[in-house]
């Protein structure tokens, strides 16, 4: 703990941010009214610029990575003089949602009964507003970071990061410790200390079409072999131990009268344990078909390694909740089925605490909110950790 730092009672980060709430709901509305979804690439580095200025406004110094698939990615650095060996502190976020434009039509910002409700408000559009309050209460507050403080807000989280994930990975290994931007689970806001890995599969069969009528039998129908093979894969669920088998989406055939020569499904396997992510990769891809005229062809792989609790996760949580009761937050953990980037920063072997954005519910729904009530004491809490950790 730095001497600046340590002498910042945990009160007046409390005091401070919560005289910034109306601030902090104005920055809100106006970025989620500010559509973003992952697909429209003009209308999120639109909102990308928007959010550069802003943390350049406070302070930070802003690099734009061109994303050739997705939006441009955003790197803001700041207090680079508190730059340290052992790595900086990571704060990542998205500015993609999942909500299409002309979402915010049906579903407009509001704020009713200690709730702020709008398209991405919850995930993650609160985060990235927490952060920048929380970055600018430092200066605000005479304090300083432990380290260098880096920020990552990628364009494509909600499409499974495809084209971030190597700029992720990138800053991660300059990192000594990770905090994502993610919302906490549920109006409680737990951290997410556990998150499950994905696999995502495409399994294309091959048959014999043939006349349904004339001559059934010369047929070896694509679409039985797969309905068979998705019987047996989706017992090998075990949701005690956390692995599930979804076959997502299924199609194949042409008409009614036709044996279908073509079938395939999109299938996603998810769990806790990388090793039971990779064993049930191996035997997905030994499944043989029933027929043995039909051919099962295999596309796919793991795109995010579980986030696994490790020692160095459960002592950064630990840490993270005795700061949170300074500021009289009781703060909780879980584990969930859902990825993030913080999958893959985790999967380095950097501890890395998620979750840490506003707490709510309904996210990619037409229900997402925030709470109000707690969103000064979480934002406090990031500036905490901004600057002790
Ligand atoms: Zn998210």
Same mark, same amino acid.
């Given at each position: 703990?730095?001497?600046?730092?340590? #002498? +910042?009672? @945990?009160?007046? =980060?409390?005091?401070?941010?919560?005289?910034?709430?109306?601030?902090?709901?104005?920055?809100?509305?106006? =970025?989620?009214?500010?559509?973003?979804?992952?697909?429209?690439?003009?209308?999120?580095?639109?909102?990308?610029?928007?959010?550069?200025?802003?943390?350049?406004?406070?302070?930070?110094?802003?690099?734009?990575?061109? *994303?050739?698939?997705?939006?441009?990615?955003?790197?803001?650095?700041? =207090?680079?003089?508190?730059?340290? $060996?052992?790595?900086?502190?990571?704060?990542?976020?998205?500015?993609?949602?999942?909500?299409?434009?002309?979402?915010?039509?049906?579903?407009?910002?509001?704020?009713?009964?200690?709730?702020?409700?709008?398209?991405?408000?919850?995930?993650?559009?609160?985060?990235?507003?927490?952060?920048?309050? @929380?970055?600018?209460?430092?200066?605000?507050? *005479?304090?300083?970071?432990?380290?260098?403080?880096?920020?990552?807000?990628?364009?494509?989280? /909600?499409?499974?990061?495809?084209?971030?994930?190597?700029? +992720?990975?990138?800053?991660?290994?300059?990192?000594?410790?990770?905090?994502?931007?993610? $919302?906490?689970?549920?109006?409680? !806001?737990?951290?997410?200390?556990?998150?499950? %890995? #994905?696999?995502?599969?495409?399994?294309?069969?091959? !048959?014999?079409?043939?006349?349904?009528?004339?001559?059934? /039998?010369?047929?070896?129908?694509?679409?039985?072999?797969?309905?068979?093979?998705?019987?047996?894969?989706?017992?090998?669920?075990? $949701?005690?131990?956390?692995?599930?088998?979804?076959?997502?989406? #299924?199609?194949?055939?042409?008409? &009614?009268?036709?044996? &279908? &020569?073509?079938?395939?499904?999109?299938?996603?396997?998810?769990?806790?344990?990388?090793?039971?992510? /990779?064993?049930?990769?191996?035997?997905?891809?030994?499944?043989?078909?029933?027929?043995?005229?039909?051919?099962?062809?295999?596309?796919?792989? +793991?795109?995010?390694?579980?986030?696994?609790?490790?020692?160095? #996760?459960?002592?950064?949580?630990?840490?993270?909740?005795?700061?949170?009761?300074?500021?009289?937050?009781?703060?909780?953990?879980?584990?969930? *089925?859902?990825?993030?980037?913080?999958?893959?920063?985790?999967?380095?072997?950097?501890?890395?605490?998620? !979750?840490?954005?506003?707490?709510?519910? %309904?996210?990619?729904?037409?229900? /997402?909110?925030?709470?109000?009530?707690? =969103?000064?004491?979480?934002?406090?809490?990031?500036?905490?950790?901004?600057?002790?950790?």
């Amino acid at each position: 703990m730095s001497d600046s730092a340590s #002498i +910042i009672a @945990a009160s007046h =980060w409390l005091d401070y941010l919560s005289a910034q709430q109306p601030r902090m709901l104005a920055r809100l509305r106006d =970025w989620v009214e500010r559509e973003s979804p992952t697909t429209a690439k003009a209308a999120l580095d639109s909102f990308g610029r928007e959010v550069a200025a802003a943390f350049a406004a406070a302070g930070a110094e802003v690099r734009e990575h061109a *994303g050739p698939e997705a939006g441009n990615t955003l790197e803001f650095t700041a =207090w680079p003089q508190q730059r340290r $060996p052992e790595g900086d502190l990571l704060v990542l976020g998205h500015l993609d949602t999942v909500y299409p434009l002309g979402t915010l039509a049906r579903q407009p910002f509001r704020v009713e009964a200690e709730r702020a409700y709008g398209p991405g408000v919850l995930d993650m559009k609160a985060g990235l507003v927490g952060a920048l309050f @929380a970055l600018e209460a430092l200066a605000a507050l *005479g304090a300083s970071p432990r380290r260098r403080l880096r920020f990552l807000f990628t364009a494509d989280e /909600e499409m499974g990061s495809r084209s971030s994930r190597a700029q +992720i990975e990138a800053a991660a290994r300059e990192a000594a410790v990770v905090l994502v931007l993610e $919302p906490g689970a549920g109006p409680a !806001g737990k951290l997410k200390t556990a998150r499950k %890995g #994905i696999a995502g599969f495409r399994l294309r069969a091959r !048959g014999r079409a043939a006349h349904a009528g004339v001559d059934f /039998e010369a047929g070896a129908s694509a679409i039985l072999a797969l309905a068979r093979a998705v019987v047996e894969l989706a017992g090998w669920s075990d $949701p005690a131990r956390g692995i599930t088998v979804n076959p997502g989406v #299924i199609r194949g055939g042409t008409r &009614a009268n036709v044996v &279908a &020569a073509e079938a395939e499904l999109e299938l996603e396997l998810r769990a806790f344990r990388r090793p039971d992510l /990779e064993r049930l990769a191996r035997r997905l891809a030994a499944l043989r078909p029933a027929d043995a005229r039909v051919e099962f062809s295999l596309a796919g792989g +793991i795109n995010r390694p579980p986030l696994e609790r490790t020692a160095a #996760i459960a002592a950064a949580f630990a840490q993270a909740q005795a700061w949170g009761r300074e500021l009289g937050l009781e703060l909780e953990e879980c584990a969930t *089925g859902g990825g993030s980037d913080g999958n893959f920063t985790a999967a380095l072997g950097v501890p890395t605490l998620d !979750g840490l954005g506003a707490a709510g519910e %309904g996210a990619h729904s037409p229900g /997402e909110y925030i709470c109000l009530a707690s =969103w000064p004491r979480r934002t406090a809490l990031l500036g905490l950790l901004f600057a002790r950790l």
